[in-house]
DNA sequence: CTATATTTGCAACAATAGTGCAAAAACAAA
DNA sequence: TTTGTTTTTGCACTATTGTTGCAAATATAG
């Protein structure tokens, strides 16, 4: 693995999504970064903190792209089979990550990446 | 609901979608088309076939929309909690109508939609 | 055939993401 | 602390995908 700097951007970066109780989407760290860094290197730091397994990215329902970061996860065992729920009142996309759904496919099927979304009021709004 | 017109863009993006026994993007589509009509018309009949619940619209695991015919859906009554696999060989994206994942949330949440895609290789390229 | 509502093409716009490259910054070794 | 090397950053540009306003064309009901 390449070696990593540690840097203003990263940090804030990892910060933001470390408080975050959602996860946060480019859109969202650049606001909430205000100048910081420039949105390139917002795209950047996220690419390497996914490839270094320390957020994950989640295509929602939308399909806008948020990152959150990896609860169960070790760097070398990736697990993200648990649902995300996306909230079209508040907009919150939240990692359930004690749920994860079942599903059965024929044995010829080999499954590399799950994405499990659904969208709804969460608890918040209803 | 509003009244639709029989046009050939309309008919012919159908039929694609018919004959079809993957899911197509808008690209996928277009390049199939070869000219027949304008890219921003594709974008229309399809928006107008989803809204009119005869196709469906996924949103993949890498963030590339596609369309489907809806097999088991009826004009009152959508259904669309079946699996969709995404092969990163051939980039195919089947619906799996006949797969729905099952998960148990909280009952505070209120569920309206989901996306269960799955990636990995299909059982024409394994 | 005519009247009307829908559909289309075009050109322009908008949002989001990716690239090449030179400058800046981080870090390790001296 | 200084130096040398590699990583990271900012900038300007490009790419991709989807949207909009509007006038012209087309489908369909009567
Ligand atoms: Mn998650
Ligand atoms: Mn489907
Ligand atoms: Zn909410
Ligand atoms: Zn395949």
Known sequence: MKHRRN?????EILNLLSQSKTALSHANIQQSLDGLCN???IYRVLDRLTEDGVVHKIVNIDGVVVYAICHTCTSKEHHHNHLHFSCEKCHAVTCLDN??????LPKKYKVNHVNFTVSGIC???C
């Open 39 to 41: 949105r390139v290197t």
């Open 7 to 11: 840097t203003t951007a990263t940090a």
């Open 123 to 125: 608890p918040l709004c």
């Open 99 to 104: 749920i994860e759904p079942s599903f059965k």
